[in-house]
């Protein structure tokens, strides 16, 4: 059975140059991190891994930057050290790989999580052949992760009214938790103590946004079949943004110090890449299927704001209180450091838990062309 001792992250600063990060390295935020869990736990650390997941694997971000990162935090020799890409769940999934080692008995304490300084390395610059490929069936080529929220959007007549209303309920609940316990697991860096990326509006600035993301539909028509109407704004979609999230995960006595939380189950699904970003949602069904349990067993719920749409949906298709879910905001406020962001919704989700007293709690994520990760996790109270 894996634990997890602690699990703590950074804020997230604006993914570009005079960024509150910009000018450190990933490898620079990783050791940041492990130097705060040692100190929180008071542990001396020697895990047997160390996962990260990472989307841009090129330049700072390059040379496996797990590697990198466990140089530069004079982590053991013997520790071993991968990085992964799975799309905008990396993190997740990356704590998912060190459950399963520590489930095995491959391993008996592991740190996973991830990190992204999209002000080094942007949006697809790895200029991977696949996201031009048009040798490919038409329904797996890539499409622009803004472009399958508007689709999705437009199919399932999700009004630009619920998208402003999701936006604003993000930013508003991320800045009623700053300076509070739901921000206990944070760690200051660089001088950086809070969201940067945070900026709250109102309705009429919101409504008066013009659509973001129309202009690159024409190179994409053919993917998307046919003419859509766009309604995504640039207040819809996760800031670009510097971070990173870490989880230290054992066996039960692997640490000595007490465990925060029980992994219950954990799932990654491949899911229909023409439909994109619903994958989160498969995810967590097989998730709660693995576990026995429902959504209503869940106290707390992190879901992944991957463009304003997601969220509206998951609220507008399941039976869950609002109450629960996102409770110290998401991604469409505070940023989307791609390949960070599943470890920094875990640890959101148990200072969550924590807050509330609550048991049971679940991480929900997705990615582009049919990706989807979910974990449950069972807090173990004071």
Do not use: W
């Not at 990060?21 to 160390?50: G, H, Y």
């Not at 992204?116 to 200029?127: G, I, L, N, R, T």
């Not at 009214?161 to 944070?186: C, F, I, N, Y």
Request: charged content about 25%; hydrophobic content about 45%.
């Amino acid at each position: 059975m894996a634990y997890i001792f602690d699990s703590v992250r950074t804020p997230r600063a604006k993914g570009k140059e005079g960024g509150a990060l910009a000018s450190m390295k990933p490898d620079e935020l990783v050791s940041n991190l492990i130097t705060a869990i040692a100190q929180r736990t008071a542990s001396d650390i020697k895990p047997d891994a160390l996962i990260l997941g990472t989307v841009g694997q090129v330049g700072c971000q390059g040379g496996n930057i797990a590697l990198v990162s466990k140089f530069r935090a004079n982590l053991p020799d013997s520790t071993t050290a991968f990085s992964l890409n799975n799309f905008c769940v990396s993190g997740l999934t990356a704590v998912s790989q060190a459950a399963a080692m520590i489930d095995s008995g491959q391993a008996e304490a592991v740190l996973a999580g991830g990190v992204e300084m999209m002000s080094s390395v942007p949006f697809m610059a790895d200029k991977a052949d696949f996201y031009t490929d048009r040798s490919l069936p038409l329904r797996s080529r890539y499409l622009l992760v803004a472009l399958a929220a508007d689709r999705l959007a437009d199919e399932q007549n999700i009004t630009r009214q619920e998208l402003d209303e999701a936006a604003l309920r993000s930013q508003q609940r991320t800045k009623a938790a700053e300076d509070s316990e739901l921000v206990a697991s944070r760690i200051p860096v660089n001088g950086l103590d809070r969201e940067e990326c945070l900026h709250v509006g109102t309705q009429a600035s919101l409504a008066s946004l013009e659509p973001a993301f129309g202009g690159a539909a024409k190179y994409y028509k053919e993917i998307l079949g046919k003419d859509i109407d766009h309604r995504h704004t640039i207040a819809h979609a996760p800031p670009l943004s510097d971070g990173a999230g870490l989880v230290l995960i054992g066996a039960k006595d692997a640490i000595d110090a007490k465990p925060r939380a029980r992994i219950v189950a954990c799932a990654e699904v491949g899911g229909d890449p023409a439909e994109s970003l619903t994958a989160g949602i498969d995810a967590m069904e097989k998730v709660l299927e693995r576990s026995g349990l429902s959504l209503n067993d869940m106290d707390r719920i992190e879901y992944m704001e991957a463009f304003a749409v997601s969220i509206v949906k998951f609220l507008r298709d399941f039976d869950v209180s609002p109450d629960k879910v996102n409770v110290a905001g998401g991604h469409l406020a505070k940023g989307h450091p791609l390949g960070a962001s599943g470890a920094i919704l875990l640890s959101t989700l148990l200072d969550t838990l924590d807050v509330a007293k609550g048991r049971y709690g679940l991480v929900v994520a997705a990615g582009a062309s049919g990706i989807g990760s979910a974990i449950i996790v069972e807090r173990l109270g004071e």
